[in-house]
Structures are given as C-alpha cells and as structure tokens.
C-alpha cells in the first residue's frame, strides 16, 4: 500500500514525523519475462559457489534440516569479522558488521552526523544521504561538484558536522584519488569522514590504506556489489577502533543480531574464496571498458568509470526517451528525472551477451 492511498483520517494514527518522510525509492525489480536488469548495480555473475556450500553446510547442522536456525546467531559475528579483517590486512577491532551497508550507513549517520553543524555532502550522490539526513533531522549542505562531474576538495573546507561522499561516486562512478581524500581528511580533523566505497574493487583505490594515518576516517563497503550478494545483506565498515566502539553502540541500541546465521556463514565463505572474487571483479572491469567503446562508437559520451556501472548521455537523444524505449523491449537501465543529470543513464555492467543485446537495441534507436 502506498503512502498516497492512506487516508489523513488514518494518518492520525502515525508519528507526526513520519508522515513527512521522504523514503529511499529503490530501483524496481519488475518480474518480466526475458528482462534484462541493467538499473541496479547487481553483479551479472554468480556469487563464489562456496557461499551456497556453506549456506546448505548451516542448515544441515544438528540433524533436522533447518534446525541450526532454532539458535540466534552469534551477536558480534565474530566469525564474518575475522574473515573480512584478514582480507582487508585490518585487525578485527576495526572492523564493523550491518544489515547490508545501508543499514551500516544509518548507523553511521547516528553514531556521528547528530551535530549542530551541518553535514556535507556531494549534491550528485547516493540517494540514501538525503533520506537518513531527513530521518535523522540533520542540517546539511550539498557541495556542487565539479562541471567534470569530479568531486571538488575545496567545497569541504566549510564547517561542519560530518562528511560523507561516495568513491566511486554514484551515480556518476567517477573515482577520486586517494591524495585527495587526505586533503579532505587533514582539513576536517575534528568532523568524521565517510567514505562509501561500494564501487571500489572495480579498478578504484581503498581508502582502508588510511585508517591507521587517520582517527576520523570511516570506510563503509558492501557485498552486494563486486561480491554478487545483494541478496544475504551484508555490509561493513572499518575504522579506528574508537568509531567502530560507537558504531557498536548504536547497533546495540537497535538490533543485537543483524548478522543472521546464514549470512554469517555465507560472508565467510565469499571473503575466504579471494580468487574467485578478483577474476569475476576483473571480468566486470573487461565488460565494462568493452561497454564504454561500444556506446562511444554510437556516438554516446561516457563519463570514467571506476564501478560496475557506467553513466552516459547522448547528445542528440533525450535520456528518458532511450530508457522509455529499452523498456518497450524489456531492458532497464536507471534514469534519475535531477537536475543536471536528466539526460544521462545509468547501466549497470553485465555479462558480454547481455550488453550485446543492450547495443543492439541501442543501435536501433539511435
Ligand atoms: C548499493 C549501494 C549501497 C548499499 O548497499 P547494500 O549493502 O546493498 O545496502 C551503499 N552505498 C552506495 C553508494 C551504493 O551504491
């Protein structure tokens, strides 16, 4: 039921803030027959087999199938913790656990962004920081970026209560380097710094390298991407163990188990099995620059990805009319109807046979 079909007669009976609300609008996930989903950054590939492996190995624990699941998980995932420290090279104590990392993002936001000052932010971002900044009830001051769509240092010398920015950005998947990260850092030594690197094993640079330089340094990534697990929810986030103290705090005050057995099990499993994991993050990176010189040839500008989506506009035909017409033959790809950003499309990368059909289609309309 939507929001607009409820009555205010029934409204009365919720809290007065959510009736302002403005919710995250995920992208759709229609059930079409052939479809072809480009417009939501999951991975065309399959997870690591071994996670299947491990879930199954879970479930036939304690002879009844299933029956493992009776138990609650281990509250601290300790088990998914060691695993993702010792491939990041970070220690344990740095290391967060969540709900997929957007539930590790509103915790962020809780643990360090309830200030008096006003938080900073890309005003071409991930669309959640608006929505927790609303919930949250923080002020907050979107910093323009460059006219190259790069993300621009000096717009975060300002006071303020908090950064956060995406890196690679999304929904552009520009990538900004890490020299200029510290830049950022060193002039904010009393703000937290976020960075939301859900993109980065595309061909980007971890800011993981900076946290033991730096006590105001948050990294926040996700398995739903190069990881190809949206769907078992994990995300993290690594820090100095002071933030992370907080982080836990918050976690604690909410949900004492967001990590369910299965999840646990199956993280491990994905962060133990690293060779997997580079050659499906390399084909990723193959099919993209594949994808960039295909839409060029077309005559489409792309901008420089370092995600598993590209961002890309032509100039002679209307975003929206592009992405109206790949629906007609059953491909979605993300249009976001924003200022400075209506005429470009977001394509999600995916495997060489589906971005065939994606050109060829292109190829017809353009
Ligand atoms: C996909 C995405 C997330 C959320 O990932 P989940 O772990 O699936 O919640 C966070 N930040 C950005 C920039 C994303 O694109």
């Known amino acids: 039921m939507t929001t607009e079909h409820i009555s205010s007669h029934l409204q009365r009976l919720w809290s007065p803030e959510v009736r302002t609300l403005e919710p995250y609008v995920p992208g759709e996930q229609p059930k079409i027959d ?6 939501t950054n999951e991975s065309p590939f399959p997870p690591s087999p071994k996670v ?19 138990l609650y998980p281990d509250p601290d995932a300790s088990a998914l913790k060691q695993a993702i420290a010792a491939q990041q090279q970070l220690s344990v104590e740095q290391v967060f656990v969540g709900n997929g990392s957007d539930e590790v993002l509103a915790h962020i936001f809780k643990a360090f962004f309830i200030q008096d000052k006003p938080i900073l932010y890309p005003d071409i971002s ?17 910093v323009p970026l460059a006219d190259d769509f790069s993300l621009d240092v000096t717009g975060y010398q300002q006071p303020n209560g908090g950064i956060i920015f995406a890196n690679p950005n999304a929904p552009t998947g520009v990538f900004l380097p890490l020299d200029k990260i510290e830049v950022i850092l060193q002039q904010n030594p009393d703000s937290v710094v976020v960075v939301d690197e859900a993109y980065v094993d595309f061909g980007g640079q971890s800011a993981t390298s900076l946290i033991s330089k730096y006590d105001n340094l948050v990294v ?7 990881r190809a697990l949206a769907g078992l929810r994990i995300g993290m ?14 976690k604690n005050s909410f949900n004492s188990y967001p990590m369910d057995r299965l999840a646990i099990a199956g993280g ?11 050659q499906t993050c390399q084909q990723t990176i193959d099919n993209r620059e594949q994808l960039v010189a295909q839409l060029t040839e077309l005559g489409f500008e792309v901008l420089p990805s370092k995600a598993n989506f590209i961002f890309t506009q032509h100039p002679q035909y209307a975003a929206m009319e592009i992405a109206a017409k790949l629906r007609e033959v059953g491909i979605i790809v993300r249009h976001f109807n924003k200022p400075k950003i209506h005429n470009f499309l977001r394509i999600t990368i995916g495997t060489t046979a589906q971005q065939n059909r994606l050109v060829a289609r292109l190829g017809e309309i353009c």
């Open 34 to 39: 052939n479809l072809l989903k480009l417009n």
């Open 52 to 70: 299947a492996e491990a879930i199954i190995k879970v479930l036939n624990e304690h002879a009844e199938p299933g029956n493992s699941l009776r």
């Open 126 to 142: 991930y669309s959640f920081y608006p929505v927790y900044s609303q919930f949250f009830n923080l002020k907050v001051i979107q």
């Open 220 to 226: 926040c990534q996700t398995t739903s991407k190069s």
């Open 237 to 250: 986030a690594f820090a100095q163990p002071h933030l992370i103290a907080a982080l836990e705090r918050v």
């Open 268 to 278: 491990v499993a994905s962060f133990e099995d690293q060779a997997y994991f580079e």
